[in-house]
C-alpha cells in the first residue's frame, strides 16, 4: 500500500485544489466532488492514469485527519507497477509543497493586492465564460511521474477549473490527435502542462479577447520574481523537468514553450525575457524565439542537466486563426500550421528516442529531421510551404486541416472525425490534398 500525507496544512492543502462549491454545478453531481476529499482523490486517479500506473480497484482513498490535520493519500499499485507508484508519490508531494506549488499560491496573493487582480472583475470578456473571475489553478490531474515533456503555456482557462479537468478541452483534444498523426503511442504521457500565468480566467479559445490582461510583465511579477521569492515558473520547471523516471537520461525532458507569433504569444515571451543570454541573436542583437527554434537552456543558474527546448505554436492557434490563403509557407495558412504541429509533435517522439538510448539529443538536428518529414526533403527549418515526401503525412496534414477549418461551435468540436477527414481529403483534395475545398 502506498500511503502518504499531503505537504502543509489542511487549509494550505485545499488552496491546491478547485473549491468544490465552486465546481459546474452538473460537473459536481456527475462525478461526485461534494468534499475536498473527493476532489483530491478525482485528480490524483486522472494523475496516475495519464501515467500510466495502474491500481487495484477501489484502492484510492484521500481522507482527512482529525482537527486541522490535512490529508492523506492512499493507494495499492498493481506488483508491476509498484516503483512507478513510489516515483508518483515522491513527486505528487514534492509538486505540492511550498517550494513549488505554494510559490503559486503566494504570487496570486501578491497579485491580489495590487489593481493587476482581474481588473474586470464582474464584466463579462468574452461570449462564453460569464462575468469574469480569477481564481488559482495548479497543474493538477496530469501525468507527474512518467511524462515525457513538460508543455509551456500562457494561463488555464476557467472551464478547466469549473470542469474539475484541464485535459478534456479542445486544445488537449486537438494536440493529443497531433501526436497520434506524428507516430506518439501514448499522447497522455505527453500532457504534462505548466502555465506562466497559474490562474484560471475567461478564455477557451478566446484568450486573445481585447487588452490582455496576463502580460509578460504579469508572469515576471508574481511567479518569477526573484527579489521577491516569487519563483513558482522556474522552481516547478525544474521539478517537472526531471523526474525520477529520468534520472538515467544526461538531459532533462525536452519543454515545448508554446505560443503563436498570432495567438497567445505569452509563454515564449516570458521564456524570451528569462533565457535572453541562452537564444540565438536576429542581426540586431535581439533574444528570438521563432517558432520551430530548438536549443537549449539550463532553467537555473545551477541546474546540473540541460534542458532541450522547442518553440511551437499555441496547440490551438490552428483551429483559432488557421485559414486557407494563398501563400501556403506562412502562418497563418492552415496547412503551415498543421505542418508546424506536426514536425512539433515529432520533434518531442525523436526526444523520447533519445532517452531511450540512453543518448543526448541534438535539438538542432531532431527538429532538422521533423522538419524534413512535414515540410519535404531540404526543408529542415521549416520555413516553406509543407510538401511531404510521403502521400501518407501528406493527407494527414489535409486532414487536420479539414478538422480545424470546419468546426461546429455548437458542439465545440470539429465537424468531421479524422477518419471522415481522411476520406474527403482522399475525394475532394486533388493530387496535391488540398484541404482548401470548403466543409460541405
Known amino acids: 500500500m502506498i500511503m502518504y500525507p499531503l505537504p502543509g496544512s489542511r487549509d494550505y492543502q485545499e488552496r491546491l485544489f478547485p473549491d468544490p462549491a465552486l465546481l459546474d454545478p452538473a460537473t459536481r453531481a ?29 484502492s484510492l482513498a484521500v481522507t482527512k485527519g482529525a482537527g486541522a490535520t490535512g490529508y492523506m493519500v492512499a493507494f495499492r499499485a498493481l506488483p508491476a507497477f509498484a516503483q512507478q507508484a513510489e516515483h508518483f508519490a515522491a513527486m505528487h508531494v514534492a509538486m505540492l509543497d511550498a517550494q513549488h506549488a505554494g510559490l503559486a499560491l503566494d504570487g496570486c496573493d501578491a497579485c491580489r493586492e495590487t489593481p493587476a487582480w482581474n481588473p474586470m472583475s464582474g464584466f463579462p470578456v468574452n461570449r462564453s465564460d460569464g462575468p469574469s473571475q480569477w481564481l488559482p489553478c495548479l497543474p493538477v490531474g496530469m501525468p507527474i511521474a512518467n511524462h515525457q515533456a513538460v508543455t509551456l503555456m500562457h494561463y488555464p482557462p476557467i472551464v ?58 504579469l508572469t515576471s511579477m508574481f511567479f518569477d520574481n526573484d527579489a521577491r ?8 520547471l525544474e521539478l517537472m523537468l526531471n523526474p525520477p523516471s529520468n534520472a538515467e537520461n544526461p ?30 541573436k536576429d542581426a540586431n542583437g535581439s533574444p528570438t524565439v521563432n517558432v520551430l527554434q530548438a536549443g537549449f537552456i539550463r532553467v537555473l543558474p545551477g541546474s546540473p542537466k540541460k534542458t532541450p ?132
Open 30 to 58: 456527475k462525478l461526485k466532488l461534494d468534499t475536498y476529499e473527493d476532489v483530491i482523490a478525482h485528480f490524483t486517479a486522472s494523475s496516475l492514469a495519464e501515467d500510466g500506473i495502474q491500481i487495484e480497484a477501489g
Open 160 to 217: 478547466a477549473y469549473q470542469t474539475a479537468n484541464y485535459l478534456n478541452n479542445m486544445t488537449l483534444r486537438r494536440w493529443a490527435q497531433i501526436l497520434k498523426c506524428a507516430g506518439i503511442g501514448s499522447p497522455e504521457r505527453y500532457h504534462a502542462i505548466l502555465d506562466v500565468n497559474p490562474i484560471a480566467a475567461p478564455g477557451s479559445g478566446e484568450s486573445e479577447y481585447p487588452n490582455d490582461y496576463f502580460p509578460i510583465s
Open 229 to 236: 521569492g516569487l519563483t513558482y515558473v522556474r522552481s516547478m
Open 251 to 280: 538531459l532533462t525532458l525536452p519543454l515545448l514553450v508554446c505560443g503563436s507569433p498570432l495567438y497567445d504569444p505569452q509563454a515564449p515571451g516570458w521564456f524570451r525575457t528569462r533565457y535572453k543570454e541562452h537564444l540565438p
Open 309 to 440: 527546448y522547442l518553440i511551437a505554436n499555441h496547440m490551438i492557434a490552428a483551429g483559432v486563426t488557421g485559414r486557407c490563403t494563398d501563400n501556403p509557407g506562412q502562418i497563418p495558412d492552415i496547412r503551415k500550421y498543421e505542418a508546424q504541429d506536426l514536425a512539433a509533435a515529432s520533434f518531442l517522439g525523436l526526444c523520447a528516442d533519445a532517452a531511450k538510448r540512453g543518448e543526448e539529443v541534438d535539438p538542432g538536428e531532431a527538429i532538422r529531421t521533423a522538419c524534413e518529414r512535414w515540410f519535404g526533403p531540404n526543408q529542415g527549418d521549416g520555413s516553406g510551404a509543407p510538401n511531404p515526401a510521403s502521400e501518407n503525412d501528406r493527407l494527414t496534414i489535409c486532414a487536420l486541416a479539414q478538422m480545424d477549418l470546419c468546426f461546429n461551435p455548437k458542439t465545440i468540436s470539429p465537424t468531421y472525425t479524422y477518419e471522415q477527414a481522411l476520406a474527403r481529403c482522399q475525394s475532394k483534395g486533388g493530387a496535391d490534398f488540398s484541404p482548401c475545398f470548403g466543409c460541405a
